[in-house]
C-alpha cells in the first residue's frame, strides 16, 4: 500500500493555482488591487507571524508590502480569493515585522504541528517560490538581469539579444525504505553525519543528471550503505520546498543482509525489526520528522506486521 499523499505535509494541491491567469497581467493586477485579495509577506524564508499564526496581509499593510518587494507573485485562488505572496527579505527583521504587524518570524517546519494543512502547505509554496526569485536574479547565459514574468512564475532575461526565460527550480530526491531479504521483516535505517547521537532514519539522496528515479535509488543504496537493492517501487511523493525539494519515497529490497557505510555521510546502518521501532517509538524516539516522507513510510511498514 503506498502513502497517502493527502496525509503529507506541504502538498495536497489546497490552493487553486489558476495557471491560466497567470498570462493575463491585467487580469493579475486588478486581482492584486482587489478587496479580497491576500497577501503572504515571507522574511528570509520565512513566515512572518502574530503568536504562532502566520499574517496574512490585506488593505493598506498589503499595499506596503508590495511597494517594498520587487514583485508579487500570484500563488491561486484560495476558496475563490486570490493570494499573493512578497518577499521582504530586503528589510531587517524588525522592519519587516513592523510592516506586517507581525510579533515574529519562525520557519513553517517548526509551526507546522499548528498549522491547517492548507495554511502549511501555502506558506511552503510561497517559501520556495520567493526563495527561487532570489536566486534567479541574473541570466546564467549573459549575465542580465532576469525580471519577474507570468505573475511570477517565470523569469526572463531583460538583455535585448538573449530573453532567455527561466523556470522554477525543483531539486529531485529519493527516500528508500529497504527490507531484508526473508524473515523476520526487517528494515534498514542509518545513522546520518551530523543527525543527533542514536537517532537512525531512512536512507535518501539526490537525483543526478542523466538518472531515473529507480537509477538513484539503487545508485545511492550502493554508494551509502553497499547494498544492492531489487523490486524497487513507487510509494508516494512530497513537495519539500526547504528550499527546493521533492521528496520521492520508494520501497526496495536488499539482495542480501551485507551492509558497509560509506564512513562520510553515513556513520553506521542497521536493520531493524518492528519490535525494536516499536520499542524505540514508545522510549520518546520518534521514527523521524512527523511531518516528513520519511515518518509516513516507518509507520506504514509498521501497519503491516
Ligand atoms: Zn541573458
Same mark, same amino acid.
Request: proline fraction near 5%; charged fraction near 25%; aromatic fraction near 6%.
Given at each position: 500500500?503506498?502513502?497517502?499523499?493527502?496525509?503529507?505535509?506541504?502538498?495536497?494541491?489546497? +490552493?487553486?493555482?489558476?495557471?491560466?491567469?497567470?498570462?493575463?497581467?491585467?487580469?493579475?493586477?486588478?486581482?492584486?488591487?482587489?478587496?479580497?485579495?491576500?497577501?503572504?509577506?515571507?522574511?528570509?524564508?520565512?513566515?512572518?507571524?502574530?503568536?504562532?499564526?502566520?499574517?496574512?496581509?490585506?488593505?493598506?499593510?498589503?499595499?506596503?508590502?508590495?511597494?517594498?518587494?520587487?514583485?508579487?507573485?500570484?500563488?491561486?485562488?484560495?476558496?475563490?480569493?486570490?493570494?499573493?505572496?512578497?518577499?521582504?527579505?530586503?528589510?531587517?527583521?524588525?522592519?519587516?515585522?513592523?510592516?506586517?504587524?507581525?510579533?515574529?518570524?519562525?520557519?513553517?517546519?517548526?509551526?507546522?504541528?499548528?498549522?491547517?494543512?492548507?495554511?502549511?502547505?501555502?506558506?511552503?509554496?510561497?517559501?520556495?517560490?520567493?526563495?527561487?526569485?532570489?536566486?534567479?536574479?541574473?541570466?546564467?547565459?549573459?549575465? !542580465?538581469?532576469?525580471?519577474?514574468?507570468?505573475?511570477?512564475?517565470?523569469?526572463?532575461?531583460?538583455?535585448?539579444?538573449?530573453?532567455?526565460? $527561466?523556470?522554477?527550480?525543483?531539486?529531485?530526491?529519493?527516500?528508500?525504505?529497504?527490507?531484508?531479504?526473508?524473515?523476520?521483516?526487517?528494515?534498514?535505517?542509518?545513522?546520518?553525519?551530523?543527525?543527533?547521537?542514536?537517532?537512525?532514519?531512512?536512507?535518501?539522496?539526490?537525483?543526478?543528471?542523466?538518472?531515473?528515479?529507480?537509477?538513484?535509488?539503487?545508485?545511492?543504496?550502493?554508494?551509502?550503505?553497499? +547494498?544492492?537493492?531489487?523490486?524497487?517501487?513507487?510509494?508516494?511523493?512530497?513537495?519539500?520546498? $526547504?528550499?527546493?525539494?521533492?521528496?520521492?519515497?520508494?520501497?526496495?529490497?536488499?539482495?542480501?543482509?551485507?551492509?558497509? +557505510?560509506?564512513?562520510?555521510?553515513?556513520?553506521?546502518?542497521?536493520? $531493524?525489526?518492528?519490535?525494536?521501532?516499536?520499542?524505540?517509538?514508545?522510549? !520518546?524516539?520518534?521514527?523521524?520528522? +512527523?511531518?516528513?516522507?520519511?515518518?509516513?513510510?516507518?509507520?506504514?511498514?509498521?501497519?503491516?506486521?
Amino acid at each position: 500500500m503506498r502513502v497517502d499523499d493527502a496525509v503529507l505535509a506541504y502538498g495536497g494541491g489546497w +490552493v487553486d493555482r489558476a495557471g491560466a491567469l497567470r498570462a493575463d497581467p491585467e487580469r493579475v493586477a486588478a486581482l492584486l488591487a482587489g478587496p479580497g485579495t491576500r497577501v503572504l509577506a515571507l522574511w528570509r524564508d520565512h513566515c512572518l507571524v502574530a503568536g504562532e499564526a502566520p499574517v496574512r496581509l490585506a488593505g493598506d499593510r498589503a499595499a506596503q508590502a508590495r511597494a517594498v518587494a520587487d514583485e508579487a507573485v500570484f500563488l491561486g485562488l484560495d476558496a475563490g480569493e486570490p493570494v499573493f505572496a512578497v518577499d521582504l527579505s530586503g528589510l531587517t527583521e524588525d522592519a519587516a515585522r513592523e510592516l506586517a504587524g507581525a510579533t515574529g518570524v519562525a520557519d513553517v517546519r517548526t509551526l507546522v504541528g499548528g498549522l491547517t494543512p492548507a495554511e502549511a502547505a501555502t506558506q511552503a509554496y510561497a517559501r520556495g517560490l520567493l526563495h527561487w526569485h532570489r536566486q534567479q536574479r541574473y541570466c546564467g547565459t549573459c549575465g !542580465g538581469p532576469t525580471e519577474a514574468r507570468e505573475a511570477g512564475h517565470v523569469r526572463r532575461c531583460v538583455a535585448a539579444d538573449c530573453g532567455r526565460l $527561466f523556470f522554477p527550480r525543483i531539486e529531485p530526491a529519493i527516500i528508500v525504505l529497504v527490507e531484508a531479504p526473508g524473515s523476520p521483516g526487517r528494515c534498514l535505517l542509518a545513522r546520518h553525519a551530523g543527525a543527533p547521537e542514536g537517532a537512525y532514519s531512512t536512507l535518501a539522496g539526490f537525483v543526478e543528471v542523466g538518472e531515473s528515479l529507480e537509477d538513484a535509488v539503487r545508485r545511492e543504496m550502493a554508494e551509502e550503505a553497499g +547494498v544492492v537493492v531489487t523490486d524497487v517501487a513507487y510509494q508516494g511523493s512530497q513537495a519539500w520546498p $526547504f528550499p527546493a525539494g521533492l521528496m520521492v519515497g520508494f520501497r526496495a529490497t536488499a539482495a542480501s543482509e551485507e551492509v558497509r +557505510v560509506d564512513g562520510q555521510e553515513l556513520l553506521e546502518a542497521r536493520w $531493524f525489526t518492528r519490535a525494536e521501532l516499536r520499542e524505540r517509538s514508545a522510549a !520518546g524516539r520518534p521514527l523521524g520528522r +512527523v511531518d516528513s516522507i520519511d515518518h509516513h513510510l516507518l509507520h506504514r511498514w509498521l501497519a503491516e506486521g
